[in-house]
């Protein structure tokens, strides 16, 4: 039977978030659009001052461990509410 775990992206995990952030594109027809390095990602996600943040969800049975999904988050600031937020 399979199981899924979701944890805090790693270094390691850039190239299959890349993969995943590609598919997303496809999916949304918006390849057209997108830029995303290796570089750009590493810096984005554990660069000295991080502008995002990931998480991987890896689906595993007995023979493989598979990333089926992610989600990319980072903090905002509504200046007319007064309070950080999260996209």
Known sequence: PARFVLRPARLEDVPC????????AEY???????QNTPERLTA?????????????VWMQTDDASIAVGFALYFYNYSTF???KGLY
């Open 17 to 24: 978030l890349l993969e995943l952030i590609h598919a997303l």
């Open 81 to 83: 509410l007064g309070l």
């Open 28 to 34: 949304e027809h918006l390849t057209h659009l997108y």
């Open 44 to 56: 984005s996600l554990f660069g000295p001052q991080p502008a995002a943040h990931a998480m991987l």
